[in-house]
Nanobody, 126 residues
Framework: QVQLVESGGGLVQAGGSLRLSCAAS????????MGWFRQAPGKERELVAG????????YYADSVKGRFTISRDNAKNTVYLQMNSLKPEDTADYYC???????????????????WGQGTQVTVSS
């Protein structure tokens, strides 16, 4: 069993930055592929960024490429999402997710993930 706890959300002006953190419990974090998803009101949950168990492979949605950076520290059981140049359209609840995988695969669908955090809210004002 893995428990995920997100933090770092908040209110920021357009153009600002936030860093989200997702702390995982358990000893198997290092064998988990991780993803950051977001869901805005009335919209489907979408993958923003993903990272393989080793950090060797990453994925970004086109809407955040060049602005967001996903990283992980397996010694600290934590995955991060650095968000720069934030836009009002980035406003959403952000969730981290995990699934067991020792391949370099990035999983794009929410249905591929087994564990989810409770979410953290990000609001970007114009």
């Amino acid at each position: 069993q893995v428990q995920l706890v997100e933090s770092g959300g908040g209110l920021v002006q357009a153009g600002g930055s936030l860093r989200l953190s997702c702390a995982a419990s358990g000893r198997t974090f290092g064998s988990k592929a991780m993803g950051w998803f977001r869901q805005a009101p009335g919209k489907e949950r979408e993958l923003v960024a993903g990272i393989s168990w080793s950090g060797g492979s990453t994925y970004y949605a086109d809407s955040v490429k060049g602005r967001f950076t996903i990283s992980r520290d397996n010694a600290k059981n934590t995955v991060y999402l650095q968000m720069n140049s934030l836009k009002p359209e980035d406003t959403a609840d952000y969730y981290c997710a995990a699934r067991s995988s020792r391949s370099g695969t990035i999983f794009l669908s929410s249905g591929n993930y087994d564990y989810w955090g409770q979410g953290t809210q990000v609001t970007v004002s114009s």
